[in-house]
């Protein structure tokens, strides 16, 4: 049986991250900040957008009849509805998921269902973003709460990239840079990548999208993790001094002119709140506690704890990895708390545990409760479509041609 993360951090408030991720998210909606949890340090942007909080009677409603609905609305939409959850939710939402997978995975999952009318994406903003482009123009999409944003996409604005992009230009002219965006982007900038002869990448094709890019011009501009840029580029064989991190916001971005000069990779000072939380330390103590155990960490971690594991992967990586090891294997994993919780529930057989021993999920992703399905759900059933994500037809345009370059660009063969 799953021991829920509430559980994990009610009966151990001294080794969570914070205690009040317990609480209902509605009770943080409406505060500056992305709330309790990994993310809860980050600085987020001006201006700070807070849509209207639950309402007040499912804050109030008891989980029993919370559930209840989310399946009444289920049963009564049919095909009509499909459910899309990240790996990384909370298991009291992710059961009623039809599909549970990393964003892209779920993007695409949607389209299999080209019967279900509405898209209900629990996840975080961008993800329902690239679900609304990908749609098909008659089905809507909706993030349950419009709070549930991601601030490592926060960390990477449409202004920034743009200054940061006529700085490159002037410096080294025109068809030289190829932008590429990691998923974890806004649509935005999903589509500066589509006009500017970009691209997207996820964490399990950052390798093959970097080959293309490489061969459409000298260097590439990679945002807005840095982390997943500097793992990709350093195992394709780019050195470390030809991947400067840039600063937007500093004079000629912060680097000195002949690193710009020889630079193959400029990253953006990005980062992912929970995997920058990993530690080259806690593998050792992983290491020393059990001495057969394997490590495998998500490449968004910095770069040597992805040097010091045994392996590096994406979300569905770590998930075949765990499935491939052997009865009696130890595996410590540096990813999300709630993916690593269920793989260990998922694998009896197999000692599994997070790096950190602190639990602190993703703050952002953590935003998705039962009350806040139960609403949209009960919307739909209404007739009303609560919190529909729209992306202009203009932005959509651009960014499906970034994402479509993608799915173009395959591995090229042995």
């Known amino acids: 049986m799953t021991i829920s993360i509430n559980d994990l951090i009610v009966s151990a408030?001294?080794?969570?991250?914070?205690?009040?991720?317990?609480?209902?998210p509605w009770e943080f909606d409406g505060f500056p900040g992305y709330g309790p949890g990994a993310s809860e340090q980050d600085a987020i942007p001006e201006p700070v957008t807070r849509p209207g909080q639950l309402p007040a009677a499912y804050q109030r409603m008891p989980e029993t009849e919370l559930h209840a609905r989310i399946?009444?609305?289920?049963?009564?939409?049919?095909e009509r509805l499909v459910i899309l959850g990240h790996f990384y939710q909370?298991?009291?939402?992710?059961?009623?998921?039809?599909?549970v997978g990393d964003s892209f995975q779920l993007a695409n999952a949607a389209l299999t269902r080209p019967d279900a009318e509405t898209i209900v994406f629990c996840g975080v903003h961008f993800m329902a973003e690239t679900a609304d482009i990908l749609a098909r123009p008659e089905q809507r999409v909706i993030?349950?709460?419009?709070?549930?944003?991601?601030s490592m996409a926060d960390m990477?604005?449409?202004?920034?990239?743009?200054?940061?992009?006529?700085?490159?230009?002037?410096?080294?002219?025109?068809?030289?840079?190829i932008p590429v965006t990691y998923m974890n982007s806004s649509a935005a900038l999903k589509a500066f990548c589509g006009r500017h002869g970009g691209i997207v990448c996820t964490s399990s094709n950052a390798s093959t999208v970097l080959e293309w890019a490489f061969e459409q011009g000298r260097r590439v501009l990679f945002f807005p993790d840095q982390h997943l840029g500097r793992n990709t580029g350093k195992a394709m064989g780019v050195p470390l001094e030809q991947m400067p991190m840039?600063?937007?916001?500093?004079?000629?971005?912060g680097v000195d002119a002949d690193v710009l000069r020889q630079a193959r990779v400029l990253l953006w000072p990005g980062f992912c709140s929970v995997h920058k939380r990993f530690t080259v330390a806690q593998i050792e103590q992983a290491r020393a506690q059990y001495p057969d155990c394997r490590v495998i960490v998500h490449p968004e971690s910095p770069m040597a704890v992805v040097d010091a594991a045994d392996a590096a992967g994406s979300t569905?990586?770590?998930?075949?990895?765990?499935?491939?090891?052997?009865?009696g294997s130890v595996i410590a994993i540096g990813t999300e708390i709630n993916l690593v919780n269920r793989l260990a529930a998922q694998n009896p057989d197999k000692t599994i545990f997070c790096l950190d021993p602190v639990v602190c999920p993703c703050s952002t992703m953590y935003r998705i409760h039962p009350g806040y399905l139960a609403w949209v759900l009960d919307g739909l059933v209404e007739g009303e479509v609560r919190n529909e994500i729209v992306v202009d037809d203009d932005v959509a345009v651009h960014a499906k041609v970034a994402l479509e370059r993608m799915l173009a660009a395959l591995p090229k063969a042995d």
Do not use: H
């Open 71 to 78: 399946r009444a609305a289920k049963e009564t939409l049919g």
């Open 90 to 99: 909370r298991d009291e939402v992710v059961q009623y998921a039809d599909f």
């Open 13 to 24: 408030p001294g080794s969570s991250c914070d205690a009040d991720l317990a609480k209902s």
């Open 156 to 177: 990477a604005d449409e202004d920034s990239v743009e200054a940061a992009w006529q700085a490159l230009t002037e410096f080294y002219g025109d068809d030289e840079t």
């Open 246 to 253: 840039i600063n937007p916001r500093k004079p000629d971005l």
């Open 143 to 150: 993030l349950p709460n419009l709070a549930a944003g991601c």
């Open 316 to 327: 569905d990586a770590i998930k075949k990895f765990v499935a491939a090891a052997p009865a």
